[in-house]
């Protein structure tokens, strides 16, 4: 299993993998109304894009969104994830860790279709902010693991202490110094969060309702009633977000952990 | 602020519970309470027009499993197996050449393959679709390099819904293989070829022993989303690729008869939770070899 043949085969893989991305991005730059052959460059899908308000509305309705369920998930997890890695052990502390990884393991149809019926039983409106609760709950497990591990980390550290030691409060050392320790890792479990809501598709797709429609609920619509190469140039600029997205979520763990072996 | 140094210093359990309450609340309305409904809800008959008549039965459940029902249940089950199957077949050797072989550009790599898999599917369904479409690309290079005389049927096949599943599916399969391969003791391996082993017989002996870990959570983290995918079969896919996960959505967005697409849903959840089941169990054993 080593050797040369090894590598041309993991670099076919990638090859692969990127083929999708690589082929959409082309042809996002093809001035033909179909998919099919070159037929010169052009930036024209780019800019009916641009002018497209309805696909504008939900471009700002996925970055609000976003926005919520990352703030709800980021306060979440933040809070549990202080509890389970600062606190004595508590009952009720395992079984909860089964439970927020839950929504990682369950097929989002799952969820979709439960809340769906859910929320219908009760007579809870579909708007924004039912979406924005159930974002936050995907968005639950990547928030708690990250800020959960950097917490774990700093444990022997022992600075809270010395800033009680030095007259600070618990509540002035939190703020103080246990906070802008753990801060990379509430952005970068925010930004993950984030990530997972704008992406999401199956959650909004079943409780969405009518009346919100996020990026990709719209580019469902796009695509299953008549297909447009706008699609092509939305897609890469989401793309695009992506990867500064995830980007900036590993230059904010390089900087963490750079951070960590300083103390 | 004593109740916030109480809350934080965190000496009773009451501060604790009270700290974890918002986002146990959160699992417990959203998640929790959804599930039990579904379950609950596919034990009543439907009324006239998509009406709920509030009485017992297990009909929703006798007719997913009736003639009708059943063949998308197995071809379900047959799908996602064939996808995990050929994920793992495909993905092995790139986690083993991740931690093994890649050397500096690990990092990157690994970052390189995460960018597809949180990348929004239906993009790349999308582009999928512009490959194997009838005039699509790859019909389109066949013909110019004299491979094909005519298009081939490439989409709403078995083979591109396979196609579509495995290339999803496959960073859940690398990521914790790498993981387990990453684990493993160098020395362990390299004292195998001390004495005498040769590169297979560490890879059988060794290697493929101490990573089977690996191998079963890589498998249920692709076999589990697989089997609720609807997104692919209804792109790629033709009639003859009608799974599961399509014909829940149908039940709940089209058909309107909630109680037999949360039947459906439990079926599911319920084969989920057998595959789980089964992943623990391997694991126990594997820990007690180990131990």
Not at chain 2, 86 to 113: E, K, M, N
């Amino acid at each position: 299993m080593r050797g040369k043949a090894l590598s041309v085969y993991c670099a076919a893989l990638y090859g692969l993998l990127y083929l999708p991305l690589a082929v959409m991005f082309a042809f996002s730059f093809n001035n033909a109304r179909r998919n099919v052959a070159w037929r010169g460059f052009t930036l024209k899908w780019y800019s009916s894009l641009f002018q497209d308000a309805e696909l504008l509305t939900a471009l700002a309705t996925s970055l609000k969104l976003a926005l919520a369920a990352s703030l709800i998930a980021c306060l979440l997890g933040l809070l549990a994830s202080y509890a389970m890695a600062r606190h004595a052990p508590f009952k009720g502390r395992g079984l909860y860790s089964c439970l927020v990884s839950v929504p990682l393991m369950m097929p989002e149809i799952v969820m979709g279709v439960g809340l769906l019926s859910f929320f219908a039983r009760l007579g809870i409106a579909l708007n924004f902010w039912s979406l924005a609760c159930a974002h936050a709950l995907i968005a639950l497990p990547y928030t708690t693991s990250s800020i959960r591990a950097r917490l774990l980390s700093l444990k022997d550290c022992r600075l809270e202490e010395a800033a009680m030691d030095l007259g600070a409060s618990e509540w002035q050392a939190f703020l103080k110094v246990t906070l802008p320790l753990a801060g990379p890792a509430l952005l970068s479990g925010s930004l993950l969060a984030f990530t997972v809501s704008f992406e999401d598709f199956v959650t909004s797709f079943f409780i969405a309702g009518i009346g919100i429609v996020t990026m990709p609920v719209k580019i469902y619509t796009m695509m299953k009633f008549g297909v447009t190469p706008e699609i092509n140039a939305m897609a890469s600029c989401l793309v695009g977000l992506t990867i500064v997205l995830l980007a900036g979520n590993a230059a904010l763990r390089a900087y963490d952990n750079g951070r960590r072996r300083e103390i | 602020m004593r109740f916030l140094s109480w809350l934080i210093r965190g000496k009773s359990p009451k501060a604790s519970h009270l700290m974890l309450a918002p986002a146990a609340l959160w699992l417990l309305i959203f998640l929790i309470l959804p599930i039990i409904g579904l379950l609950a809800l596919s034990f009543i008959q439907r009324g006239p027009y998509g009406t709920l008549l509030w009485s017992f039965t297990w009909g929703n459940f006798s007719r997913a499993l009736n003639p009708k029902y059943l063949p998308v249940l197995l071809r379900t089950l047959g799908y996602a197996s064939s996808a995990t199957f050929l994920c793992l077949l495909l993905g092995f050797p790139l986690a083993y050449y991740l931690s093994f072989g890649a050397g500096r550009s690990r990092g990157t790599l690994l970052v390189l393959l995460m960018v597809p898999f949180w990348t929004s599917c239906l993009v790349s369904l999308y582009s999928w679709m512009i490959i194997l479409g009838r005039q699509g690309l790859l019909n389109h290079l066949l013909l110019k390099l004299g491979l094909a005389e005519n298009p081939l049927a490439l989409l709403n096949t078995p083979f591109s819904v396979l196609l579509g599943l495995v290339y999803f599916y496959l960073p859940f399969m690398v990521l914790p293989l790498f993981g387990s391969l990453e684990k493993i003791p160098r020395s362990y391996i390299e004292a195998s070829y001390d004495l005498g082993a040769g590169t297979w017989a560490t890879f059988r002996k060794v290697t493929w022993p101490l990573c089977l870990p690996g191998v079963f959570a890589g498998c249920l983290l692709t076999f589990v989303p697989c089997l609720g995918d609807f997104l692919t079969a209804d792109f790629l896919g033709g009639s003859g690729t009608y799974l599961l996960g399509n014909l829940i959505q149908n039940q709940f967005l089209m058909a309107q008869d909630w109680p037999f697409g949360a039947a459906l849903t439990t079926v599911l959840t319920f084969c989920l939770t057998w595959a789980i089941f089964l992943h623990q169990r391997f694991e126990g054993r594997e820990l007690e070899m180990r131990g």
